[in-house]
């Protein structure tokens, strides 16, 4: 299905329609270019059939006539949001933009757009990028109800161990109902965001004891086919109910006469019993395998007893704990010692003294 963009930016025509044709090669969408109306009058937009708004930062170049608007981005998708409430408001900018190098964390608070995209992106994924987010608040607008059973409806929630999850992780629900926009928001910043509720592909092989190349084979993933999330966003990152992982993963291996974990089983029972070759997660520190956890830095599976606890955001308590392996405090210098519990800094100075903490 195709989805309906209206772009707005003060670029020379020729610019805009050349960007806008770069996205429509590279996706199902639809795209009108617009100037960015003078004193925000929306008038000309209010019958627009658009299905998603594609804003541009500084509207402030001035036209062949000598005129230009007198406000940035921001403050259109503000307006924009107070006529159409439960359409996506998506910036497009340069990263090299002082303007919104200096406002963007005001602009984040304020939370008047959905998504940013940068002219410099892949025309391809800032394609299917739009379309995604087009297509959820499409499917999110045309649900009845608003409210907790449609919420339920819109994940696919299994069972009430599963809706119980999700209450945990706190979706944006006053009085028992929801808004589009902030759900939205919700989906992406907290459910589809942060492990423990679901599983992106790193997270969800590790879960079961399987390396990543293994985990995505066809044959591992038809074993895992009923766990897979089918709810908003999940056809811009695939995600997997990290409950339903566990159940799938035993049933197989009480299919196959095996009692043990699944963590320690499942490769091996994979080889013996299906011929597979798939092979167990490694720990970046170690080597060791199977890995039970991942680095927070390095994205890579990790052995718990292998790294430390880290405290990089305020995720819902229903969500796993941040880890941090041995081998990112020695070598990345993306880990902020702040983000350390005060009474684990002196065992972080001595894996960075390469010292293994485990050996003492």
Known sequence: MTSRVLYIDDAEPELLRTYAAQLQEAGSLEIECSPPPLQMDLRPFVQTTSDLFLVDYDLTQVDKQGRHADYFGGTLAARIREVFPEHP???????????????????????????????????????????SISTAFKRLRGTQGKDWPSLRRLLGTANPVEEDLVRQAGPPLRDGQWQ?????RWLQNVLLRYPGVLYDEVHAATYVGLDIASFVTPEVQELFRETIYTG????????????????AAKQFLLENGVQDSVRPALADTLRSRCALDVSASKCVSSGNSPADTVCYVLNQPVLYRYSLSYRPDTRPAVMDEPRVSFKAIRESNEVMDELFDADVMPMVCRIRGGESPLER
Do not use: Q
């Open 232 to 247: 908003c966003f999940s056809d811009l990152s695939p995600r997997w109910w990290k409950r339903r992982l566990l159940s």
């Open 180 to 184: 589009v926009p902030v759900l939205a």
């Open 89 to 131: 408001i998506v910036l497009l900018t340069r990263r090299s933009l002082e303007s919104w190098k200096t406002n963007r964390y005001l602009l984040e608070a304020l939370e008047v757009f959905d998504w940013v995209l940068f002219k410099d992106d892949d025309p391809t994924l800032a394609a299917r990028i739009l379309t």
